[in-house]
Structure formats: structure tokens, C-alpha cells
């Protein structure tokens, strides 16, 4: 371990809440799909900072965008207009379908914004709804309202009283979400593919009886697609793949290319309840976020990168699920476009997998206990894959071996 690791490792534990629970890494720089430690030993990245590196490191356009940009102004406040938001905005709302923006710093602040959204939709009404639908196994962020609406114990019991009247329905179980519908239910609100619960996509049954029975009632029908938004499913918004239109839609990690910037985007309906002054935000929105959030928007587009997640990730797809057709580490293999998982038999495997991944110089990630979580930059090449896939054969042969010995001492 390295001096300039070891300094950095003593000051934090001085001087740093632990909010995480680090790997011994410290690294330095970006090249395409390639992240460099200090030591300069290079590692294969797919997970591209949890789905924000869509255009991996270091992109030319991304990086000549922001100089020029950072040179001209980088805050002014929503106060004033700037050059970029009123752009991005439209560009979308045209990507999406829905009609409205407004940008914050987050994902959970993006979520927050939903919320809020909801509540004002619902003050039209003579007693205004304030029940939610929300999933078990989801994640939408860490405020107190994201965290309320997260039907995950680990995220939300330690910081309780949640905001009240949420419910958690079966993710996928249409029965039971027929039965806690009902007319007082204000919106219901999912991620179209779960990300923290470990990759699991909604199923067009489920998404589609979300969609009738929020349009018979006036419910809003809320998608979080802060992770799988964007083109990483080989289309802008994963909904699309389903043929349903949300109310609201959320994103936020892949849009500026690695600045913190998210967005709330809503049909004119909805929007038309909001009035200037009710919500807002100092830093969301400004003239360099969003400068280069148009710019990765372009590149995307420019570069054919949506249909390049979708090929690239079917091949990665396949490849993973012929090495767990030999591989009994493996139980399952799930995902969409450039979001991928492999679940593992057990977490202790998963967990030292990773390890010894990163140790091989391979960036990947664990998500909810078993599941191996790939979120690679969308220019990721089908060599890239055979290289990541290769070396996960080999080291879950390490696993089994490794099982097979526990089992026999
Ligand atoms: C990451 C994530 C969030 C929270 O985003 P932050 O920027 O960390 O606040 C919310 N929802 C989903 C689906 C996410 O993946």
C-alpha cells in the first residue's frame, strides 16, 4: 500500500463521518473505460461511478464544454435566466414525452420534487389525497422523504418517523397491488428497473396495471429512472420499453457527465400546480451543469450510443449467461441494455468476488447481498466484456473451490 493511500486513509478516519465502508483504492484519473489508482496501476471500470460515467473518462467534447464554460460563469442563481436550462429542458422533454422540468443537485432531491408534485396535484381536489403506493426492495435516495418512500428497513428503520401514509406493495405482484389501491391513493411510484434492489426490472403486467388503475382514479403514476434512465437500457428511459407514459419521471446520475444534476420531469397537468415561489433551489439548474448536460445528451446521440448499449449490452448478457450455464456460482443472470446482474448463491462469494475483482483490475460492483451489479460507461466494447467475463470465470472457479474446501473441513 502505498504512502499517499495510507495518508489519505488516516485522514479521513480523522476527520470524516463513516458513511462508507471504503475499498483500499485511491484513484487518480480517467481514460475512456479505464480508471488509473495512484500507484498507476489500471483498472477496467464497469460501474462507471454507480451509472454516472456513461461516456467513461476524460470524453474531448465533455471536457472542452466544461472549460470553456468554467471560464465564462459557473453560478449566477435561479434568479436570472442562463444560456442552458431552458435548452435542456426542451431537449427532455423531448426525449421523454412529458412536458415539464425542474432540475436539482440529486437523485433524491429530483425525488423530493416528485413528492412535493404530488401533493400539490392532490390540494386541487376537495379532501386531497395523501396516500402513497410505493415497492418493497426499492431505493429512491436519502432524505427523509426518499427514505419514507424506500421499502427497504436498512435505509429507512434507524431514521424513523418517516413522513406517514406510505404503503409498500409486492415489487411485480399485481394482486397486491390491486389490493391496496383504492381511491385515496395519491400516486404510485416505483423504479422502472430496481438498481439498489439488485436489477430487477418491473414487469410489463405490473407497469401496465400501474398505469390503468392510477388513470381510472386521477393517481399519479411517479417512475424513478434516476439510475436506469438516460440510454443505459438502449433506449432514453426505460419506460419505453414498455409502452407506458409515467406522470412524473425522475433522473438524475448519468446527465452531467459526472457534475451533480438531476431532473423532475412532469406532464402539463401536473405542472400547472406549481407557482413561482413554492419550490426551488439554490445550485439546480446552473449555467455548468447544464452546459454539460447538453453536451452529454449530444455525444450520446452523435455517437450512436443508445443503440450501442443495447447491442453491447445483449452480448454481455449472453456471455454471462453461457459462463453461468457452467458455472454454479451463478443462479441468475437479469437486466436491460448496459444494466446488468449476475446473482450469486451467496453474499459472502459475491462479496469476495469483488475484491478479488478489483484486485485483478476489474471495477465492479455488489448490490442487495448476492447480486454482482454492472453498470459500465456506454462506450464499453464487446472486448472489454470478453475481458470482464473471462476474468469473472476465473475467479468464481476460485469460489467454488474455495466452497468445495469449507464444505469438506
Ligand atoms: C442513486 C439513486 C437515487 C439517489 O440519487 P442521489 O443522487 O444519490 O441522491 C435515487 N433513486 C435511484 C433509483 C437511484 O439509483
Not at 426525449?95 to 396535484?121: C, H, P, Q
Not at 410489463?204 to 396495471?209: C, M, P, R, S
Not at 447544464?290 to 454481455?316: H, M, P, R, W
Request: with cysteine.
Amino acid at each position: 500500500m502505498t504512502d499517499v493511500l495510507q495518508q489519505t486513509q488516516q485522514l479521513e478516519r480523522d476527520f470524516l463521518l463513516p458513511t462508507y465502508d471504503r475499498f483500499a483504492v485511491q484513484f487518480e484519473r480517467g481514460e475512456g473505460a479505464y480508471l488509473y489508482d495512484v500507484e498507476g496501476k489500471r483498472y477496467l471500470d464497469f460501474l462507471s461511478g454507480i451509472g454516472v460515467n456513461a461516456l467513461g473518462y476524460g470524453h474531448p467534447a465533455i471536457s472542452a464544454v466544461l472549460h470553456q464554460q468554467a471560464d465564462k460563469l459557473i453560478h449566477a442563481s435561479n434568479l436570472f435566466y442562463n444560456a442552458y436550462q431552458g435548452k435542456l429542458a426542451q431537449k427532455l422533454c423531448a426525449i421523454s414525452g412529458l412536458d415539464k422540468v425542474f432540475f436539482a443537485n440529486t437523485g433524491t432531491e429530483a425525488w423530493e420534487a416528485a413528492i412535493k408534485m404530488t401533493r400539490l396535484y392532490a390540494a386541487r381536489l376537495e379532501s386531497p389525497k395523501t396516500k402513497l403506493l410505493a415497492m418493497k426492495n426499492s431505493f429512491h435516495g436519502r432524505t427523509i422523504g426518499s427514505i419514507s418512500t424506500t421499502g427497504q428497513d436498512k435505509y429507512r428503520k434507524p431514521f424513523e418517523p418517516a413522513m406517514p401514509d406510505v404503503v409498500f406493495v409486492d415489487f411485480n405482484d399485481v394482486a397486491d397491488l390491486a389490493r391496496k389501491f383504492d381511491d385515496s391513493v395519491a400516486a404510485i411510484m416505483l423504479e422502472t428497473i430496481q438498481g439498489e434492489g439488485g436489477v430487477q426490472p418491473v414487469s410489463k403486467e405490473f407497469l401496465l396495471a400501474a398505469r390503468e388503475l392510477t388513470k381510472k382514479t386521477g393517481a399519479l403514476l411517479i417512475l424513478d429512472e434516476i439510475q436506469c434512465g438516460l440510454g443505459r437500457t438502449g433506449k432514453w428511459f426505460a419506460y419505453q420499453h414498455y409502452g407506458v407514459t409515467p406522470d412524473i419521471v425522475t433522473i438524475a446520475k448519468p446527465i452531467a457527465g459526472g457534475l451533480p444534476l438531476g431532473a423532475m420531469i412532469c406532464s402539463n397537468a401536473v405542472a400547472q400546480t406549481m407557482k413561482p415561489g413554492l419550490h426551488g433551489t439554490t445550485f439546480g439548474g446552473g449555467p455548468l451543469a447544464c452546459a454539460v448536460a447538453l453536451e452529454v445528451l449530444n455525444v450520446i446521440e452523435s455517437e450512436g450510443l443508445l443503440a450501442k448499449a443495447k447491442t453491447t449490452g445483449d452480448y454481455f448478457a449472453a456471455k454471462l449467461s453461457a459462463l453461468a450455464k457452467k458455472n454454479d456460482c451463478i443462479r441468475n443472470i437479469r437486466g436491460m441494455g448496459l444494466m446488468v446482474a449476475a446473482e450469486l448463491d451467496s453474499a459472502d462469494v459475491a462479496k469476495a468476488t469483488v475484491v478479488t475483482m478489483l484486485e485483478k483490475g476489474f471495477v465492479i460492483n455488489r448490490t442487495n447481498e448476492k447480486v454482482l451489479r454492472f453498470l459500465p460507461p456506454f462506450v464499453i466494447t464487446t472486448g472489454h466484456v470478453d475481458q470482464l467475463v473471462a476474468a469473472l470465470g476465473e475467479v468464481l472457479t476460485t469460489c467454488v473451490s474455495k466452497q468445495a474446501e469449507n464444505a469438506h473441513a
